[in-house]
Structure formats: structure tokens, C-alpha cells
Nanobody, 115 residues
Framework: QVQVVESGGGLVQAGGSLRLSCAAS????????MGWYRQSPGKQRELVAT???????NYADSVRGQFTISRDNAKNRQYLQMNSLKPEDTAIYYC?????????WGQGIQVTVSS
């Protein structure tokens, strides 16, 4: 069973940056894709970015060019570098790992961007 834990969230002013980290443990060798999702109050959880084991990335249109997803397979971690943050980026951010058993979610971490 795969477990993932997020870290690095917090409060930042608009225009600032944050870097989220996600540590995976358990049956890590079965993990293929990893990704980040977010959920704002009153909205559905939405895709932010994904990355395959080979490093192929995919971004939501709303964050492309602003956020960068990366992955360190040796350390079993993935990261989300978030730049030029806007108040509308405020959300709970969730780490996700996919293997043959399905999706594994973290507890989520709050990111708040003040105007």
C-alpha cells in the first residue's frame, strides 16, 4: 500500500512563491504517475499537474507557466513549485500517486494567498 504525505503549504502574499513537497512510502516501486490536485471552498477537486515516472508532465491551463511539477524517483518525492501566486490559487492541495491498485491520496495541505 502506498502512502503519501504533503508538506510546504502556508500563507503567502500575492506574487509570492511556495514549494510543496510530497513524500511517498510503502509500495513505492509500483507507483507510475504522481500529481497534484486542489480544492477551493465550494468547488470540486481539480487537477493541477501530473508527472509520470519518466518525467512527462501535464498541467491545467490555469497554472501552465506559473507552476512547475517535478519528481525525484530516488527520494520518492514529488514537488510543486508555485510562482506568482494569486488569491485564486488559495485551496487545499492534495498529493496523488497512481499504481495498479488505483489512486492514493494525501490528507491535503492548505495554501492561502493573501491579496
Amino acid at each position: 500500500q502506498v502512502q503519501v504525505v504533503e508538506s510546504g503549504g502556508g500563507l503567502v502574499q500575492a506574487g509570492g512563491s511556495l514549494r510543496l513537497s510530497c513524500a511517498a512510502s510503502g509500495s513505492i516501486f509500483s507507483i507510475n504517475a504522481m500529481g497534484w490536485y486542489r480544492q477551493s471552498p465550494g468547488k470540486q477537486r481539480e487537477l493541477v499537474a501530473t508527472i509520470t515516472r519518466g518525467g512527462r508532465t501535464n498541467y491545467a491551463d490555469s497554472v501552465r507557466g506559473q507552476f512547475t511539477i517535478s519528481r525525484d524517483n530516488a527520494k520518492n518525492r514529488q514537488y510543486l513549485q508555485m510562482n506568482s501566486l494569486k488569491p485564486e490559487d488559495t485551496a487545499i492541495y492534495y498529493c496523488n500517486a497512481v499504481d495498479i491498485e488505483g489512486r492514493h491520496w494525501g490528507q491535503g495541505i492548505q495554501v492561502t494567498v493573501s491579496s
